[in-house]
């Protein structure tokens, strides 16, 4: 089946079973190994990505879900202001370690700043709830986005 949607700006149409997880759609198809198969359950936020402006885990996501649909995936964010901004921040405080989990943080991240904002680091924590880091105490990649939230106030 032929599927059409708008991936990072781009308009891309793929011919695949429509059943066939997005994760594997973004990583084989399009390339865009950003996007992290952790648990592959839904619960890790590895493979976040935004489907129509919402965090998704694409892990338990097919492509059926992304017909007529926008993609933001890690990569795309990373070429935005915020997610430059973002990705500023996290260098800063020296927020990432293995970074395997991080393109999951970028997309959860830029999600709040473009959906709330708030320097409130209660908000921030409830925001990024769905992404496990096993290596950071969290507090760094708090700090980050606490940040980030502030420059952004202020620019
Ligand atoms: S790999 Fe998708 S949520 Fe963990
Ligand atoms: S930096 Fe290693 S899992 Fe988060």
Request: glycine share 8%; with cysteine.
């Amino acid at each position: 089946m032929k599927i059409k949607f708008i991936l990072n700006k781009n308009e891309v149409e793929i011919d695949a079973n429509p059943m066939t997880r997005l994760i594997d759609v973004l990583r084989e198809h399009f390339q865009l190994l950003g996007t992290k198969e952790g648990c592959g359950e839904g619960e890790c936020g590895a493979c976040t990505i935004l489907l129509n402006d919402k965090p998704v885990a694409s892990c338990i996501a097919n492509l059926i879900h992304a017909e007529n649909g926008v993609i933001l995936t890690a990569e795309g964010i990373a070429k935005t202001k915020i997610g430059t901004l973002l990705i500023d921040c996290f260098d800063e405080t020296n927020a990432v370690q293995c970074g395997f989990c991080f393109p999951g943080f970028l997309v959860s991240s830029y999600h709040y700043l473009k959906t709330d904002g708030e320097p409130n680091l209660e908000k921030i924590k409830i925001a990024l709830s769905g992404n496990i880091c096993r290596c950071t105490g969290y507090q760094k990649i708090f700090d980050s986005v606490l940040m980030a939230c502030e420059k952004l106030d202020l620019s």
